[in-house]
């Protein structure tokens, strides 16, 4: 079955340093994966989409990469800031479906001043 | 229109009782998901509106659930005789066109008690 995994474990780093951050997906060969932020309590966010066919993708102070090769995708953020701190989700396509995404359980960032 | 809205944001219900919650997505996008998310856990996907057809259904979606989306407009999810298992957040999101970011709302938190 497909899986998409993140690193379990919160991360914590300095204001200023960048955080990065995996997405791992087996069984499947996605045509592209999404990024989004969630904050607690709240619905997630749209931060990022890229393609099989890209590389890496950047937006203000974030980049994604996406390496079919590997199975993995990071997401950095540099000069890393405390509102960056939330839970960050990636998902991919469902193969079975049409229109669901499969997201990971995310990956919560800490950033302290 | 400022984004996808979900009505109510918070519901606590005995066990047994009916609920159902409102989403009403950004006017203009004929796609519409329902999601939900346990603490923990990505949100998972339950059901898919094309503007008023049902197109998909997890099977996560038992037959207490049911989901409507009359005129193609706004959606409702109800849910029969909740259990405890039924605890979670309920996510809407739309989007304009297929395989591009997904716009959530904040969620309903349902506590069944």
């Known amino acids: 079955s497909q899986k998409i995994e993140q690193n379990s474990e919160a991360l914590n780093i300095q204001e200023g340093k960048t955080a990065t951050l995996t997405c791992n997906y087996t069984?499947?060969?996605?045509?592209?994966l999404q990024w989004y932020r969630q904050d607690p309590g709240r619905g997630p966010v749209f931060l990022l989409l890229?393609?099989?066919?890209?590389k890496e993708k950047r937006k203000e102070r974030l980049k994604v990469t996406f390496d079919t090769t590997l199975k993995q995708s990071l997401f950095h953020i540099t000069a890393s800031q405390p509102a960056d701190s939330a839970t960050y989700l990636c998902a991919h396509p469902n193969s079975n479906s049409g229109y669901a995404l499969n997201f990971g359980k995310g990956t919560s960032l800490l950033v302290t001043p | 229109d400022t984004g996808v809205s979900q009505d109510p944001r918070h519901k606590i219900t005995k066990r047994g009782q009916n609920v159902t919650f409102r989403c009403d997505p950004i006017s203009e996008h004929n796609r519409l998901y329902w999601y939900r998310q346990t603490l923990g856990q990505g949100p998972e996907f339950l059901t898919y509106f094309q503007n008023e057809a049902q197109l998909e259904k997890s099977r996560l979606l038992s037959d207490r659930f049911s989901a409507e989306r009359p005129k193609g407009s706004f959606s409702t999810l109800e849910i029969q005789r909740t259990e405890q298992g039924d605890s979670a957040m309920y996510l809407c999101?739309?989007?304009?066109?297929?395989?591009?970011?997904?716009?959530f709302g904040q969620g309903t938190r349902l506590t069944v008690v």
């Open positions: 999101a739309s989007s304009l066109e297929m395989n591009t970011e997904a716009f």
């Open positions: 069984n499947y060969s996605p045509a592209y």
């Open positions: 890229i393609r099989e066919n890209e």
